[in-house]
Structures are given as structure tokens and as C-alpha cells.
């Protein structure tokens, strides 16, 4: 990896700009095919099926059979290890529950909020080079605590028409009943448009290849919500010299090996460990099964020393990294200061791998520096946030005046008036601004449950 000591501020952007796609090049492969499945439904996604995947699929669907199978193909030292997993997962995600907040804000002014689940969710689950079977957890286990009424989970199959068994045993795990066998854009076509039937869904969520990325951005115009932007992985490693440069290097080649597209960044207060880090680099990438593929993102990734951790912590909140592990001296006090990363590994006993599958975090997170704006996916991900308001009649006599001269400096005439009428009647009928508080019916609230 290439090292730069103290760059300026632009050398900084070029030689931390991502990776980028050729979008206008994707979306020409990309709206054909959601064209054909919006006009086509099922008869479609078979077709290209067998163009793309090369394989005939007489149901779309996993069967019942098929899910059974599954049970002795998993070896049972995977299954424990993914019942783990799938224990701290759900842990962590329910106890992201929020109560119901009820709140009188004046006397009379009642408002609350409750989070109300997405109703139908469709969940994309990569199988190419590497079946993602962890992303099930991810995307499911907090879909299925929210209360979402429809889990579609969609993931491509092998050219015997047959889903990763892993894949399936996760999804049979953790609740998922339905499973799609599709991959790439057309997944997301059938899940963004629906078809006779694959239910449209209200939003989609997961990683994927270009086409299945840029698919998501093209639907989300107008047709579905997504989980958010997303762009190549990516990591950036904080060291000093403290470090262990065998743990930093193993950091770096772990999220390199995701795909050549990949970026991962090294930020040192010391030249000297960069360059520890950089011939473990070479040592543990020599072993690696996905050697080519970590090469190619080690090509455009990049080692930076600067002097200080003032300088250290200004890059990593510039840069808003997707993964940022800590693993310099005090590593927490650094963590702390951390305000643009979508997940934070600290300590050198942390690595982004435990994130990725188990320690109970999410790892679908914002890449390309959505950092800045986004979170990573949470139990809120699947939810709506739904205000409510109740006014008594003491409430609107103390309020009424300020909405009304509000909606006329708006020059809002019909706002104003929506209050007015209601003020007129309350003084016709004689209620002042101190006269009784409405009372909720026998056993409920004001606004909502029970007394």
C-alpha cells in the first residue's frame, strides 16, 4: 500500500477519493431490466433467470421441502456458531424498543409519538462470490422485532435452482417463511413493482453488486423506500505506536478481500508501525483464498502518517468511514470524539469481523461517507415514528390565538380560519381559556391505551 506522510489538504481528497461507479453506464443495463419485470411480472423474472443465472426456475419460491432439506446440510459447529450470533443480534435490536411518548406540552395540548412497523420489507441477500448468510441476521432479526407484517427475504440461486443452505437455515432460524429465488436488479424490480406473486413491498434493504445498488437508487425516485445510499465497503484502521501491526494489517485484509471495488485506509502517528503494517500486508495477503480480489482494492487504498491524533481524528471525521477500528494506546478516548463513522471497532481486541457477524451490532451501515448523515440499519430502520396531537377545549382557547396570528403573518386565510370557527363555538357556548379539561373515556388515555 502506498504511504503519504503529512499531506495537504488536497492531497488528502485525491488520495482519499472512493471508488466510484460509471452510473449512467449501469442504468442503461439496469432499466431494461426493471422495465421487463414492471410489464412482464413472473414470466420475466424467469426469463432473465435463465439469462442472467443461467438457470430454469419453475417456482420462484423456496418450498417447505426445500427448507427442510437444509437441517443436514448445515454442519451443527456452523449452526452454533450462527445461534450465537443470532442470540447477541437479537439482544442488541430489542432493547433498541422505544416507549410510547405521551406528553402535555400546555394544559390541554396532548401529544405523543409510537413507533409503528413497516408493514412489508424485502430483504436482499447476496449468494454470488460470497453467500452473505450473516446479512439474514442483520436485516431479519430486527425486521421481526419491529413487528413488520411481511419478511420477503430475496437471494440468487446456484444453477440447480437451489438457495445457499446456510442462507436458508439462517432465514428458518430466525422466522423468515418466504424466500425469493432471485438475485441481481430483477430481485429488486419484483420487490420494488410486485408481481401476480411476489407482494410489493414498502422498502428494501440490503447490500449487493452494482446492478443491485443502482437498481435500488433508480426505484427509490419513486416507486419504494430504500435502507439508504450505499457505494463499495470500507475501513479505516487508526494505529500508533502501541499497535499490533500483525491485528491492524489483518483489519485492512479483511475488509479488502470483500471486492476489488473495496477501499481501506490506514491512518499512523508513526512512519515506523505504517510500515510494519504494510510487510504484514504482504505476508498475510500471500494466504488469503481471495488474494487477487484483496489486490485489486489494496491498489487504490492508501497508508497516511500524520503527527498527532488532532490530525488522526480530523481525517477520520472527514472521511466518515463505513468501519473505523481504534487500535492506538487509550483507544476510547479517541471513540469518544468520533462523530462521522457508521460503526466503531475500539481496542485492538475489537476486530470489524466480531461487527460483521456477531458481537450483536449491525453491519449493514452507510458507505461512499454517508457516515456524515446516515446511520447504519437498526431496529428504527423498520419502523415509522407517528406524531399524534389531542386539543381539549381549555387546550384550544389557550392555543387558538397564537395558531391564528401565525397563519396570518402566512397569509394563510383558510388555516386561520380552521380555528377561528372552533374558537367562535367554544365562546358561543360560553368555555373560557380556565373552564373544565376534557375527560378521556372510562379506562383510556387521553391519547391512546389504557388508563
Known amino acids: 500500500m502506498a504511504i503519504y506522510e503529512n ?148 437471494s440468487p440461486t446456484n444453477r440447480l435452482g437451489k438457495i445457499n443452505p446456510t442462507v436458508l437455515y439462517t432465514a428458518k432460524l430466525v422466522g423468515v417463511k418466504r424466500v425469493l429465488k432471485l438475485g441481481g436488479a430483477q430481485a429488486i424490480a419484483a420487490l420494488g413493482y410486485g408481481t401476480d406473486t411476489v407482494p410489493k413491498v414498502d422498502k428494501i434493504f440490503g447490500p449487493g453488486n452494482q446492478y443491485v445498488t443502482v437498481a435500488k437508487q433508480m426505484l427509490a425516485k419513486q416507486d419504494v423506500a430504500i435502507d439508504m445510499p450505499a457505494g463499495p465497503s470500507e475501513v479505516l484502521v487508526a494505529v500508533d505506536k502501541h499497535s499490533n501491526a500483525a491485528y491492524a494489517a489483518s483489519d485492512l485484509l479483511a475488509q479488502a478481500e470483500h471486492g476489488p471495488d473495496s477501499q481501506v485506509v490506514l491512518v499512523s502517528t508513526s512512519k515506523k508501525k505504517a510500515a510494519e503494517v504494510n510487510e504484514e500486508v504482504v505476508k498475510q495477503l500471500s494466504h488469503l483464498s481471495r488474494k487477487k480480489i484483496a489486490e485489486k482494492a489494496l491498489a487504490q487504498s492508501a497508508m497516511i502518517v500524520v503527527e498527532g491524533r488532532k490530525e488522526m481524528l480530523q481525517i477520520i471525521n472527514d472521511y466518515g468511514p463505513e468501519h473505523l477500528i481504534i487500535s492506538t494506546d487509550k483507544p476510547e478516548k479517541l471513540a469518544e470524539k468520533v462523530i462521522n463513522a457508521g460503526s466503531v471497532f475500539v481496542g485492538e481486541l475489537t476486530p470489524e469481523s466480531a461487527g460483521d457477524y456477531a458481537s450483536g451490532t449491525n453491519h449493514t451501515l452507510p458507505t461512499n461517507g454517508w457516515a456524515r448523515s446516515f446511520s447504519g440499519v437498526s431496529l428504527d430502520s423498520f419502523v415509522k415514528k407517528i406524531t399524534y396531537q389531542r386539543i381539549t377545549e381549555e387546550g384550544l382557547m389557550l392555543l387558538g390565538p397564537t395558531v391564528e396570528r401565525m397563519a396570518e403573518a402566512e397569509m394563510l386565510d383558510a388555516h386561520k380560519n380552521a380555528v377561528t370557527v372552533r374558537l367562535n363555538k367554544l365562546r358561543e357556548d360560553g368555555i373560557s381559556g380556565k373552564s373544565r379539561k376534557e375527560s378521556p373515556e372510562s379506562g383510556e388515555s387521553l391519547l391512546f391505551g389504557k388508563g
Open 7 to 154: 499531506p495537504t489538504a488536497n492531497e488528502l481528497d485525491r488520495i482519499l477519493q472512493r471508488p466510484s461507479y460509471n452510473f449512467s453506464k449501469i442504468e442503461k443495463v439496469v432499466a431494461p431490466i426493471l422495465d421487463k419485470v414492471k410489464r412482464g411480472g413472473d414470466k420475466a423474472l424467469r426469463k432473465l433467470a435463465l439469462e442472467y443465472d443461467h438457470v430454469e426456475l419453475d417456482d420462484l419460491w423456496v418450498t417447505e421441502e426445500e427448507f427442510a432439506e437444509v437441517e443436514d446440510q448445515v454442519q451443527d459447529t456452523l449452526k452454533e456458531a450462527i445461534q450465537m450470533a443470532h442470540a447477541n443480534v437479537k439482544k442488541f435490536h430489542e432493547a433498541q424498543k422505544q416507549s410510547q411518548l405521551v406528553m402535555e406540552v400546555m394544559p390541554g395540548v396532548v401529544c405523543s409519538r409510537r413507533s409503528v412497523p413497516i408493514q412489508k420489507v424485502g430483504l436482499y441477500v447476496p449468494g454470488g462470490s460470497a453467500p452473505l448468510f450473516s446479512t439474514v441476521l442483520m436485516l431479519a432479526v430486527p425486521a421481526i422485532i419491529a413487528g413488520c407484517e411481511e419478511v420477503i427475504i430475496s
